[in-house]
Antibody, heavy 118, light 110 residues
Framework: EVQVLESGGGLVQPGGSLRLSCAAS????????MTWVRQAPGKGLEWVSL????????YYADSVKGRFTISRDNSKNTLYLQMNSLRTEDTAVYYC???????????WGQGTLVTVSS | QSALTQPASVSGSPGQSITISCTGT?????????VSWYQQHPGKAPKLIIY???NRPSGVSNRFSGSKSGNTASLTISGLQAEDEADYYC??????????FGTGTKVTVL
């Protein structure tokens, strides 16, 4: 059974940093691209970043480019999102998901809440 | 990124069919057959229900179907059931190598 489980969310002050993790199981992790998607409270979905299976290709939304870094450790079946220079508008539930085919997000975790507030 | 345009809400009675539209541009919906649809119940993670315009993942009811014409993709739910009440989002690959989601549609079963 495919499972992805996010962790690392919490309360952080504006300008601070946080690293999210996403532990995957039930599939050959290195064979799949992975992605982060966020959802601000009461709002819609916003794609954040995507990383190829090998880790060689990265993609970012304009809203996070230069502040967030996506990475993975295929030996640990884990995806990461390093978030720096956080802003109040980054407050959201962050989901990770397995990428199926071309930019289709198949299996999603339950999300981890990031709150940026002073 | 610009969000794709969806109606804010759509409603229907049990057993009826409803259609949700997702309008983009030649740079996203109209340019690629990489449109997907996601269902999200309150407090839950999104679930993939349609990928590459019209394909259903295994385990998804055949009451859900997708199509595309020009810059507009559509999701049709036939034989509407109470469990279909949820938020629905389209998503499309774009020419900028990004993913745009739609604005979201709340489906209400009357």
């Amino acid at each position: 059974e495919v499972q992805v489980l996010e962790s690392g969310g919490g309360l952080v002050q504006p300008g601070g940093s946080l690293r999210l993790s996403c532990a995957a199981s039930g599939f050959t992790f290195s064979h799949y691209a992975m992605t982060w998607v966020r959802q601000a409270p009461g709002k819609g979905l916003e794609w954040v970043s995507l990383l190829s299976g090998s880790g060689g290709d990265t993609y970012y939304a304009d809203s996070v480019k230069g502040r967030f870094t996506i990475s993975r450790d295929n030996s640990k079946n884990t995806l990461y999102l390093q978030m720096n220079s956080l802003r109040t508008e980054d407050t959201a539930v962050y989901y990770c998901a397995q990428v199926r085919g071309i930019w289709t997000f198949d299996y999603w975790g339950q999300g981890t809440l990031v709150t940026v507030s002073s | 990124q610009s969000a794709l345009t969806q109606p804010a809400s759509v409603s229907g009675s049990p057993g009826q069919s409803i259609t949700i539209s997702c309008t983009g541009t030649n740079s996203d919906v109209g340019g690629y057959n990489y449109v997907s649809w996601y269902q999200q119940h309150p407090g839950k993670a999104p679930k993939l229900i349609i990928y590459e315009v019209s394909n259903r993942p295994s385990g998804v009811s055949n009451r859900f179907s997708g199509s595309k014409s020009g810059n507009t993709a559509s999701l049709t739910i036939s034989g509407l059931q109470a469990e279909d009440e949820a938020d629905y989002y389209c998503g499309s690959y774009t020419s900028r190598s990004t993913l745009d989601f739609g604005t979201g549609t709340k489906v209400t079963v009357l």
